[in-house]
């Protein structure tokens, strides 16, 4: 009997101490295999379904970590479903929750942007920089500074977006994605070599993919529109020189192999190269 009712006061304890104000903090498995499932879901592109997920987190989950969780996955769905607005709210209430929360703040970030407000976005990202600087995950922390350079990008600070590019490829430079979106930047600021050295960059160490070649070829075709002064396909075959013609069907040819279809090309190489 003694030892029936010092089992029963430690679980009363075990109950007391897992409470904080008015509210658990450790959750259930059900809610955790409801967050991770939502999550595998938004990894997928699966936002609606994985919305669905995180709502019932919200609705059934009481505990503290739950509730966090949910708000950075419901925004982060959102987000993905271009509801911006929306995305800022639920991410605005999970940082509620923790005003330190990683994924609530990246979510807010990444709500910020779609919705045009790049300060804001920037100062959040900054935020969780100072968060996580000694953090040894230096792969997650390279993802900000990617999204640090997208907001850049967005603002035509190209010089300040390459050097948070370096950052992040210093800190994860096995994340070829890198490469590209530093060719992509380069692309924006008009600077077609320098963007093309960055997609080969990137296809010789692996990414040896249709997104890879349409955006090597893509930039291609833009930096010859620019030379020759056309954007006529037409025009175009009838002024580019034999040398920018081959590297031009070359690089056609490679993307075609690469598995790529795109309407756009298909033109080009159908008046270009013969």
């Given at each position: ?81 271009q509801q911006y ?156 020189n034999p040398n ?31």
């Amino acid at each position: 009997m003694k030892n029936h009712l010092a089992l029963i006061g430690l679980v009363l304890a075990s109950t007391v101490l897992t409470k904080c104000k008015s509210g658990l903090v450790t959750m259930s498995n059900s809610c955790y295999d409801l967050i991770n499932q939502g999550q595998q879901q938004n990894k997928s592109g699966n936002y609606s379904a994985a919305l669905d997920n995180f709502n019932k987190v919200l609705q059934k989950c009481d505990t503290y970590d739950a509730k966090e969780k949910g708000y950075a996955g419901k925004a982060a769905s959102l987000n993905g479903m271009q509801q911006y607005s929306d995305a800022l709210d639920a991410a605005a209430k999970g940082l509620a929750i923790d005003r330190n929360s990683l994924d609530n703040l990246f979510e807010k970030a990444n709500a910020e942007m779609g919705l045009g407000n790049y300060t804001g976005a920037r100062n959040d990202l900054d935020a969780i920089n100072q968060l996580t600087v000694k953090n040894r995950n230096t792969a997650q922390r390279a993802t900000v500074y990617s999204k640090m350079a997208e907001v850049d990008t967005r603002q035509q600070q190209y010089d300040q977006a390459l050097q948070d590019m370096q950052q992040a490829i210093a800190m994860d430079n096995t994340n070829l994605k890198f490469l590209m979106q530093v060719g992509d930047i380069h692309v924006a600021a008009g600077n077609y070599p320098a963007a093309i050295s960055s997609y080969d960059n990137a296809i010789a160490r692996g990414k040896n993919d249709p997104e890879a070649w349409k955006a090597k070829t893509t930039t291609l075709i833009k930096m010859y529109q620019a030379k020759y002064k056309t954007t006529d396909a037409g025009a175009l075959a009838k002024k580019i020189n034999p040398n920018d013609r081959q590297t031009l069907c070359t690089s056609i040819n490679s993307s075609k192999q690469a598995g790529l279809q795109d309407l756009a090309i298909d033109l080009v190489q159908a008046s270009i190269c013969k």
